[in-house]
RNA sequence: GGACCUGUGGUGCAGCUCGGAGUGCACGCCGCCCUGUCAAGGCGGAGGUCGCGGGUUCAAAUCCCGUCAGGUCCGCCA
């Protein structure tokens, strides 16, 4: 039907008569003499010249027969990569007409994204998602490449699962066969991936569909592809370096630019100096911490376990209005309030300066080698609280967006085990039951639980976690102190991961594994801050397909066939 | 569940603070003209429940309340 793509066409094609096909992108008529047709396909724009009228409109679809011809002299366009040839003695056929389209196709106008979701089929036609999704299947393959380059083996896993509940909000799906239970969609393969490896299948991979029944951001969809890998006989470290090499091939493929090798930081280290687990390495703004300083205060306001900073270079010119905006996210975040002050050349003005001593003076005036113009901001809370508020506000005042360079990569390791305590006083897990703990911390289970580090690490590009991983449990006992430190009896474990527990006792390998989110790491490498413009069909932030839809009501014959009924809202 | 931003011909915006006729700009669409344009150009034209509902007012795109949709974020995401 076509004798190439028309961004292939060039000067060593002239002379030819070919056949090329794509969409009406634009066309300029000049009287009944001469018209300028130019075609669009995947892969660019070719000109056309047309003998007299055209009776052809944008977005219809038509096969052009033509001879390759270079420009006459002066006509040449240098913005287009075929701008030195022409086709002509143009015969059209057209394939197939079109309406006038909702939206401009070019990319010079911004178009609503509500519009851009409900005609999806058009916005795929614009280079922007053109590009993305061939740069996602791209990365996708050199993920896969490399995976298979380590000699791992891919396996696809059920996308109906047994309910496993605890973790995100899972979807449910009805079975017809078996009245009144249901199967669910996975989060993610984990448990599966884990049996995998008690079948001897010792280094696992899947690019996987994941699913999640929770509220959806910039970064998060319900359904999302992770590249998942599990392997045997290997520790964290194995792990870690199988995946740096699977990114950094993806980066360079993407990018075209080498990482380098990953940074590493411990989470408390991360906590510490960026007051978040995922820090963003691209910039400074550091948190430092003042505890020390004023373990004596007499200010009401930082007498707390922790006494946090963060040096604002040229924040003393700030408005008030501006420092206002500030302190009531700090409350919104959960700081009791936020202490500011401005570094001047003969000390620090802000409505709390006369009321410290001189040492607090000198830690604050200093801080972080603060100079005049400088602003200090101050939160005194818990040491995670305090720092955590810092980490935001830091963001706010110095994040850029996601996907500006530089690349900054880094692991984040020995994650707490546990992150609290819930409402029956049972510890929480930080990451997954079946997370190992450090082997430094095993003696505290019992004794401090919280202080409890695990074999878990996260790997974060530019403030976005990508993903996360464990070294897992293998052994029995140790798998039963975790299970009664989060307060799960031997009984509801076997209801609940019986299948897994009882594979253990068959001979399981120590393993490891990791998961990491494919649309974030497209997005970042594409140059846009949301997944949506990396997936070409995405839902809304409430959830809906608003091109077909869904979620839609189903008939009442297939309800009563999956034994539903719908109660009254409530 | 909550906070904030946005909603004006098909598209992108301005108008909203200080109420006074649906006023404006660019693109697109329709018609006519035009033999080298390439975001072609010229002339003419059509196209609007100002998201929706209520209130205040002599008068509402504009002020107030509610609601819906889209977005960003908090909660949530083992």
């Known amino acids: 039907m076509r004798d190439a793509l028309v961004g292939s066409i060039d000067e060593s094609w002239v002379g030819r008569r070919i056949n090329v096909c794509g969409w009406v992108a634009r066309r300029r008529e000049h009287g009944e003499h001469l018209a300028f047709l130019d075609l669009r396909d995947r892969s660019g724009i070719l000109q056309c010249v047309v003998e007299g009228t055209l009776d052809v409109r944008s977005e219809y679809v038509v096969r052009v027969t033509g001879t390759v011809t270079r420009r006459p002299e002066g006509t040449l366009n240098l913005r287009l990569a075929t701008g030195a ?11 197939s007409v079109a309406e006038p389209v909702p939206f401009p196709l070019d990319e010079r106008t911004e178009v609503d994204e509500s519009t851009r979701l409900r005609y999806r089929f058009l916005d795929l036609r614009r280079e922007g998602l053109q590009r993305a999704l061939r740069l996602r299947a791209s990365v996708t393959a050199t993920l896969r490449a490399a995976m298979s380059a380590q000699e791992f083996v891919e396996v696809e896993t059920p996308l109906l699962w047994a309910p496993t509940p605890e973790g995100a909000r899972e979807f449910v799906v009805p079975s017809r066969l078996h009245a009144g239970e249901f199967y669910v969609l996975p989060q993610s393969p984990q448990i599966a991936k884990q049996l995998l490896m008690v079948g001897g299948f010792d280094r696992y991979f899947q690019v996987a569909r994941c699913l999640r029944d929770e509220d959806l951001r910039a970064d998060r969809q319900f359904e999302f592809t992770q590249l998942d890998l599990e392997a045997s006989f290997v520790t964290q470290e194995d792990i870690m370096g199988f995946v740096s090499r699977a990114v950094a091939e993806a980066a360079r493929v993407a990018t075209g630019e080498d990482p380098g090798e990953f940074a590493t930081m411990t989470w408390a280290e991360a906590l510490d100096r960026f007051g978040t687990d995922k820090p963003d390495l691209r910039f400074g703004l550091e948190l430092r911490n003042l505890t020390e300083s004023f373990s004596g205060t007499e200010v009401k306001a930082f007498q707390a376990p922790a006494v946090k900073a963060l040096r604002v270079p040229g924040g003393a010119e700030f408005s008030r209005a501006r420092l206002d905006t500030l302190t009531e996210q700090a409350r919104q975040l959960g700081a009791k309030g936020l ?55 830091r963001l706010t005042l110095g994040a850029p967006p996601v996907s500006e360079g530089p690349y900054k990569y880094v692991w984040v390791t020995e994650f707490p085990m546990f992150e609290g305590v819930d409402e029956d ?35 974060v590009l530019n403030g976005w976690e990508l993903g996360s991983g464990s070294v897992r449990i293998h052994r ?43 649309d974030r790491l497209v997005a970042i490498f594409a140059g846009v801050d949301n997944i949506r413009e990396v997936i070409a ?5 409430s ?9 839609k009501s189903i008939p009442e014959r297939q309800m009563r066939e999956l034994r539903l009924r719908p109660v009254a809202k409530g």
Request: proline fraction near 7%; include cysteine.
């Open 537 to 541: 069909f995405p839902k809304t932030q």
């Open 425 to 459: 006083g049972h510890l929480v897990a930080a990451h997954h039951p079946f997370t190992m703990p450090h082997p430094d911390d095993l003696d505290l289970i019992d004794t401090d639980p919280l202080r409890v580090r695990s074999a878990a690490y996260d790997l």
């Open 476 to 518: 029995s006992d140790i798998q039963s102190r975790i299970f009664s430190a989060l307060g799960i009896t031997p009984e509801e474990a076997e209801s609940r991961f019986g299948f897994l527990l009882g594979a253990f006792r068959y001979g399981a390998p120590p393993h490891a594994g990791f998961a990491f989110g494919i």
């Open 543 to 551: 959830g809906a397909d608003l091109m077909t839809g869904a979620p």
């Open 85 to 95: 040839v022409e086709l002509t003695e143009c015969e059209l056929e057209i394939l």
């Open 339 to 393: 202490a500011w002050f401005r570094v001047t050349s003969d000390g620090l003005d802000s409505p709390l300066a006369r009321f410290l001593n001189e040492t607090e003076t000198a830690s604050l005036a200093g801080v972080d080698g603060a100079v005049p113009g400088d602003l200090i901001l101050v939160v005194a809370d818990e040491f995670a609280l305090a720092s955590r508020v810092l980490g935001a506000l």
